[in-house]
């Protein structure tokens, strides 16, 4: 077993820094996966998958849930030995030292902040479907910068109030979807194609639900404000990523058995699905839930990457000053106000888009540094599971095959991200040393 070898941070009158409390259980560690896989995905993969493979769909998207397992299983093994917040910064440090531990997670909270703010614009150009004044010039960036400012104001308050609020969310987005698959048993025909069809580019196709996983990684950053971090973190990895695909390859079907005609060429076909089956009502139940998703997979990262940036700071990866906890609110303050205030910024700059294009590159990053970890941790203790060594065999094997459908210029902006974060490293390294991490 491994866990950090840093000195505990006390809740004492001694001068020491603040540690949040434990208070999350295993109902809020699961929120954390499920709103980072469902986010806008679900409501255009269905006519997409359906588009390319026909009624074969829901068995595509099962077997992208199959391929994404050995990455799941890695991080689930991998989070049973650590306790402390920071999930990949804490594997990489214990496996190759701090600095790839750094990289684990600075390129992929970096990459965080933009994505919010591009699924926080989508989420608008949801809502103005159904309010077109929304969409204007002015009010478009207030919403954007309001909903990131709830985000962070909710998160400071208590992860208790975060976990309540995401909860919520889950239940608006998860609904309309649950009465569409009701619906699907009652309109139309319920097909569920076994053949296998003509793939015209298998590639991109399992690429894309293999996209649809990304996301599942929320769960390991905040272990340390769980209960029991080395329990609930490798069950809620394994239990949702079977539950999401469950709930994928449903909704898949529903979408088949409806068969709403023009709907797969159209910029919102679940909504037509709905509409088609439950009418009106149910058309603008499934925006509502499509903007309430992509809501709840931001709110998720609101709770989870402040935590990050906690952790990093906690290892001396990065400036005291992230490390910051309110004696009121037990929370991260300062991680959390970063986090918000840097997401607002990027929601207000046209440009921001460019930079989101990196975004993944820079998640393949995080998952192949732990998948390289978790046998060189188990050679340290003395033994490599035969199993565990051949699942991140396939691990790497599946990163590094979706790594080559990148673009050059996605692979220049990870690049500049990962120089703009070891320059802050090193920053960090001269402000306070830190204890290496060490096997038990």
């Known amino acids: 077993m491994c866990k950090a070898a840093f000195a505990a941070i006390h809740r004492a009158m001694d001068g020491k820094p603040l540690a949040p409390p434990r208070t999350m259980g295993l109902f809020g560690a699961s929120l ?45 093994w ?15 440090e214990a496996a190759f ?13 970096a990459s965080a902040i933009v994505t919010v703010a591009a699924n926080t614009h989508v989420m608008v150009s949801y809502l103005a479907t159904l309010f077109p004044v929304l969409d204007g010039p002015i009010l478009r960036p207030l919403l954007v910068a309001g909903f990131i400012g709830f985000i ?8 208790r109030s975060s976990v309540a609020t995401l909860s919520a969310l889950t239940a608006v987005k998860l609904l309309p979807l649950l009465a569409l698959i ?73 979408y088949i058995a409806i068969d709403p005609g023009v709907a ?58 992230f490390m910051a906890v309110s004696p009121r609110l037990d929370t ?36 192949l540094i732990a998948a390289f970890a978790l046998p060189v941790i188990e050679h340290r203790e003395g033994r490599i599971d035969p199993v565990h060594g051949f699942v991140s065999i396939l ?7 979706v790594g080559t459908h990148a673009d050059a210029q996605s692979w220049q902006v990870f690049g500049g991200l990962v120089v703009a974060g070891t320059l802050l490293y090193f920053v960090a390294r001269q402000e306070r040393p830190a204890e290496p991490l060490a096997p038990r």
Do not use: C
């Open 152 to 159: 962070t104001i909710v998160n400071l308050f208590s992860l």
């Open 332 to 367: 991260p303050v300062n991680s959390i106000l970063f986090y918000g205030a840097a997401s607002i910024a990027f929601g207000l700059w046209e440009g921001f888009m460019v930079l989101a294009l990196a975004g993944t590159l820079t998640r393949l990053l995080t998952y």
């Open 97 to 109: 030292g701090r600095f790839v531990g750094f990289q684990a997670g600075w390129a992929r909270y």
């Open 78 to 92: 991998l989070s049973a030995r650590f306790e402390h917040s920071g999930g990949p910064i804490l594997y990489g």
């Open 264 to 321: 797969a060429d159209s910029e919102n076909p679940l909504a037509l699905a709905a509409d088609a089956a439950m009418g009106p009502a149910g058309a603008i139940a499934i925006v509502i839930a499509a903007a309430f998703s992509i809501g709840a997979n931001n709110f998720a990262g609101g709770i989870s990457l402040p935590r990050m940036t906690f952790g990093m700071a906690e290892r001396g990866m990065l400036p005291r000053w």
């Open 32 to 76: 954390l996966p499920v709103n980072g896989m469902i986010g806008a995905g679900i409501f255009a993969l269905p006519a997409t998958l359906f588009l390319a493979v026909g009624d074969f769909a829901p068995w595509m998207i099962l077997l992208g849930g199959l391929l994404f397992l050995p990455l799941t299983l890695t991080f689930a």
């Open 182 to 254: 009701v619906a699907g048993l009652f309109a139309g025909d319920p097909r569920a194609g076994l053949v296998l069809p003509e793939f015209t580019d298998a590639e991109s196709v399992v690429l894309l639900t293999y996209y649809a996983f990304i996301g599942f990684e929320y769960v390991v950053l905040p272990a340390g404000e769980m209960k029991n971090p080395k329990r609930d973190v490798p069950l809620a990895l394994v239990a949702m990523l079977g539950a999401v695909t469950l709930l994928y390859m449903l909704v898949i079907w529903a």
């Open 395 to 401: 691990t790497v094997l599946s990163t590094l095959w």
